[in-house]
C-alpha cells in the first residue's frame, strides 16, 4: 500500500538535502523521510578534493543540511541506511536492515559511485578512491606524510588533488589514457592551458599512457605503465570517473541508460518515482544519450526541481550545464557543452584571466570557459543560454595563429 503524504528520498547527499528542504519550504505539511547510506548528515562533495584536504576548510564547512535544520524541519533523517530494492507495484522501499518504507512519492538521489578499473593490485592499501567525506579524510591523514603520489585518471578529481598534493609538499605523477586532460568535458586549448599549469606547478604528466598493474614492495607500491615504465609511489589515487549508482532503479524495471532516465519534470518511467543529482539522465536536445551532470549546481538545482515536481507543480528543468574547479590559485568555471564546439576563441580578461568560447559549425557560442575570469565568464555564460553568435571583435582564435574576425575563421560568422 502507497502511503499518502510520504515523500521518501533515497540518497541523502546534494541532491536528496535540497529535495527534502524544498518540499517543506513548498508547503507539504506530509512525512518527509530523507535516508543515506553514509554515516553523516548531508555535506558538499567540493571541497573533498581542496580544502578539506589542504585543512584550509573544515568538515563543518561541507554541511548541506544539518542535523538541527532537519529536526526544525521535521525531516526524517535515517543515516547509515541502505535501500536495497524497490517494489514500485505496492510503492514501497525495502531498507538493508529490514524495514520497509511506503511511499506516495519517492524520489532518487543516489549520486554515483567512483569507477574501478579492473588492475592487477588495486586492493593494496595504499590505493584510495575519492567520493566520500571518509575518503578525504583518509587521504588527508595519508597527504600528512608528504608521499610520492600516483593519480590515475586526470579529470577534474585528479587534477584538483594533484593540485592539492602539490600544494602540500608531494610530488605528483598523473597518469592519463586520453591524449589530453579533461578531454570529455573541455575544449582541447583549455587542456592545454591546464597541462602547462600543471608541469609548472612540477607535476609529471603522461598522457597517452595507461596503467598495467600495481605491486606492492618494501620501497612502496610500482606502478607499472602500458609502456614497460614503472613509477615508485607511496599512495596511488584512482580517479577515472564515477558509475551512476543506478541498480535499484534497474532492478525496478525503471528506464534507464547511464543513470535512471528523468524527463524535465525529473520523472522517472514510473510516475511516481523521481531522480535527481549525479544518478539521473535528462532527455535534452542537445543531448541525444541524455545529459547526465555531475556538478553541484546541477544536483541542488535538479533537487528543488524534483521537489516541485513532486509536489505537483510545473517543472521544465532543462538546465545549460555549469561545472566549476578549482585548481592551485585559479577558479575555472565552465557553462554549456564544450564538446559540441567546432572551434575555440580566447581572449584575455581584466586581472590576468583567460575566457575560452567554444563555437559550433554556425558560429553559435555552445561553450563558455573562463580561468580566473569572474564578471566576463559571467557575460558569456549568458550568451551560451541565449545561442548567441560568439563575439570576435577582441577575441584570438586557437584554431590558427589568426585573429578571430580574419578570413581564416569566416565561417564562425555564417
Ligand atoms: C571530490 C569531489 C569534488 C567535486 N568538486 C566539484 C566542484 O568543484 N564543482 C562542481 O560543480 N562539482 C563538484 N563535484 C561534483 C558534485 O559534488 C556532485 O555532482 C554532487 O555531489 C552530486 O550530488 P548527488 O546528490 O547527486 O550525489 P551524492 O552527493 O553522491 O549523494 C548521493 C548519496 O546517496 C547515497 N546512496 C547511494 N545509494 C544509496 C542507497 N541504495 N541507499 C541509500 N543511500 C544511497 C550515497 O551514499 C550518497 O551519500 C565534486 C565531486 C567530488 C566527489
Known amino acids: 500500500m502507497s502511503a499518502p503524504g510520504t515523500m521518501l528520498i533515497v540518497g541523502a547527499g546534494q541532491a536528496g538535502a535540497w529535495a527534502a528542504r524544498t518540499l517543506r519550504e513548498s508547503g507539504h505539511a506530509g512525512r518527509i523521510v530523507l535516508c543515506g547510506a553514509e554515516r553523516h548528515a548531508p555535506y558538499e562533495r567540493p571541497p573533498l578534493s581542496k580544502g578539506l584536504i589542504t585543512g584550509v576548510s573544515s568538515v563543518a564547512d561541507s554541511e548541506v543540511l544539518g542535523l538541527a535544520e532537519m529536526e526544525d524541519r521535521a525531516i526524517e533523517f535515517l543515516p547509515s541506511l541502505e535501500a536495497v530494492k524497490i517494489d514500485p507495484a505496492s510503492r514501497a522501499v525495502l531498507f538493508g536492515d529490514g524495514q520497509k518504507i511506503s511511499y506516495e512519492k519517492l524520489l532518487l538521489a543516489t549520486g554515483g559511485s567512483p569507477c574501478r578499473p579492473r ?139 547511464q543513470g535512471v532516465r528523468v524527463d524535465a519534470a525529473c520523472r522517472t518511467s514510473d510516475p511516481h518515482i523521481y531522480a535527481a543529482g549525479d544518478v539521473a539522465v535528462l532527455a535534452h536536445p542537445r543531448a541525444p544519450q541524455g545529459l547526465r551532470l555531475e556538478s553541484w549546481q546541477n544536483a541542488q538545482d535538479q533537487g528543488v526541481a524534483a521537489a516541485r515536481a513532486m509536489l505537483g507543480q510545473t517543472v521544465a528543468y532543462m538546465p545549460v550545464p555549469l561545472l566549476w574547479s578549482e585548481q592551485y590559485e585559479h577558479m575555472i568555471q565552465i557553462a554549456g557543452f564544450p564538446n559540441l564546439a567546432q572551434h575555440t576563441l580566447w581572449r584575455a580578461t581584466p586581472g590576468g584571466g583567460r575566457l575560452y568560447l567554444g563555437v559550433d559549425t554556425s558560429g553559435v557560442t555552445v561553450a563558455a570557459v573562463g580561468i580566473d575570469a569572474g564578471r566576463d565568464f559571467r557575460a558569456a555564460r549568458k550568451s551560451v543560454e541565449q545561442n548567441a553568435q560568439a563575439p570576435l571583435a577582441g577575441y584570438q582564435s586557437c584554431d590558427a595563429s589568426a585573429p578571430a574576425g580574419s578570413s581564416a575563421n569566416s565561417e564562425l560568422t555564417a
Open 119 to 257: 588492475l592487477p593490485g588495486l586492493d593494496s592499501p595504499r590505493v584510495h578512491t575519492l567520493r566520500t567525506l571518509d575518503d578525504a579524510l583518509a587521504l588527508r591523514r595519508a597527504f600528512a606524510q608528504a608521499p610520492r603520489t600516483v593519480i590515475i585518471g586526470g579529470g577534474w578529481i585528479g587534477l584538483e588533488t594533484a593540485a592539492t598534493a602539490c600544494s602540500l609538499g608531494c610530488s605528483v605523477s598523473v597518469i592519463e589514457a586520453s591524449p589530453r586532460l579533461c578531454g570529455r568535458s573541455l575544449m582541447s586549448p583549455v587542456s592545454e592551458w591546464l597541462l602547462e599549469r600543471h608541469e609548472a606547478a612540477g607535476v609529471r604528466v603522461r598522457l597517452g599512457h595507461g596503467v598495467t598493474a600495481l605491486n606492492d614492495d618494501a620501497d612502496g607500491i610500482r606502478v607499472r605503465l602500458d609502456d614497460g615504465s614503472v613509477i615508485v609511489a607511496d599512495l596511488v589515487l584512482v580517479g577515472v570517473g564515477m558509475q551512476p549508482n543506478d541498480a535499484l532503479a534497474r532492478e525496478a524495471g525503471l528506464d534507464c541508460g
